[in-house]
């Protein structure tokens, strides 16, 4: 096909289509640009970001995948790299930024070797050679830890926590990061398995990090319904609803007229028998504790805490599903088909004061695999900042667990897999071998971007590990907080080999779709200011206000 100097409309009004180089530049430009966005948050001394929505809300992060899904991405290519972080976030639960950072750097390669005349096919081909090259390597140097190594986890778990707001605490929630993983673990057909699901994390401003705690149960952010309801119950038999314990306001907007006051009285009595058996009910069936996702009438209030019944209302659904799981109840949807066997159980369920605000801890569960995390601290923002970390030390953990196969972190295995890549490439010819090589530089981003974000000068640095990993010093890397090249290993910056394998899995994959377009056909504008279309070099890069950012 004719490459086209301008875009050429043959859709309708307002469509847009791009040909050839066009639309491959434009497409790199774009994902390049989120690339950039979250480039300068890379590792613990990474900047932060301040995201404020439409309604005001502030967020301060340096997590990849919270900025992403903050910012309102509109071009497709654009798109396909905040897949990337997503895909990180839901397989591995940290290294987002990395991913994405990858994803950038194989963009820009690429962009060379277009200029270079390598055609589009070729490079992809190239990247999909060396992304299955750099997975057998990083295999092969990936090193084996034991699921009872804790000091093993509580370094991994440190290094995911580093540089993300809980410094302070890190020994404290790297503890709890590793507890909580270890509860919930289990083994199915012989392999351990870890359901991140299963660690509920629950806020609470006020005291300090320290204060934080595991639970074995879950933490529902409420209060009982009626100051007359029981505190606290032992051996307690749930009820789960899903529907609200009041009379059904009268659907349609019928008028009922009444007429004398005996109607009156008499439509009064009908609800409170109404309320009054749905309460029956309940007892009925043997419950002791009820969660209601809706509301609670103060008439069924009333009458629950005369059965000594300890309700709850407003339940969020989230809160509701695990629930269900821990305590092994079934959500009721209509109270007249509640059954005794719908019932779960706990072995206590006490309602606690936690910095002047009742929380109920459902503890001692039918499943000993629910735990919740109630993590406290001083501002709102910090404890966010808090969450973020602690589920990222959460999810490298588990990782760890389930592979169990660690790498080193702070770009050395990084180093390591470019070295072994361009060992590899020679095996290859002509342009293939070019686009090999190109990934292999491309993989040396991360220590580059470490250094840079720390101050450091990225050129010597990068010699420096260069010279040591081909001395065979495998596990050398860059020590931020020193500005040195040391073991990383030693230095207990250790990362779960998963973070790197899915990292280079998605990258090297979304890389190579975009590739592959030569054709971009909108239906209408390409979102709010589609970025400048292949001005000279990448200048264009600065003007990230065009993105809708
Ligand atoms: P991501 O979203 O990719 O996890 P982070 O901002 O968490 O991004 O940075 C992760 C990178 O920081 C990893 O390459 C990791 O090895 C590196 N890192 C973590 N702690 C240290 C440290 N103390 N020194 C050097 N690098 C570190
Ligand atoms: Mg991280």
Redesign the pocket.
Known sequence: MAQMKQPMSVTEDGGQRFIGRDAQRMNILAGRIVSETVKT????R?MDKMLVDSMGDVVIT????TILKEMDIAHPAAKMIVEVAKTQDDEVG??????V?IAGELLKKSEILLDQNVHPTVVASGYKIAAEEADTILKKMAIKVDINDSDMLLKIAN??M???GAEKAKDTLGKLAVDAVKQVVEKVNGKWEVDTENIKIEKKVGGSVEDSTLIQGIIIDKERVHSGMPERINNAKIALLATAMEVKETETDAEIRITDPEMLQRFIEQEENMLKKMVDKIKSVGATVVFCQKGIDDLAQHYLAKDGILAVRRVKKSDMKALARATGARIATKIDDLEESDLGTAGLVDEKRISGDEMIFVEKCKDPKSVSLLLRGGTEHFIESVERALD?AVGVVASVIEDGTIVA???ASDMELAKGLKDVADKYSGREQLAIKAFADALEV?PRT?AENAGLDPIDLLVELRSLHESNKKNF?????TGKAVD?FE?G?I?PMR?KEQAIKSASESTIMILRIDDVIAASDLGHGAPPMGGPGMGGMGDMGDMGM
């Open positions: 948050t890379l590792g613990p990474g340096n997590d990849g995948a940290d290294g987002t930024t990395t991913a950072v290094t995911a580093t540089g993300k990222d972190g702070g770009g991360i470490l890397g860059i020590d931020v907080f990383m230095a910056v990362e973070i």
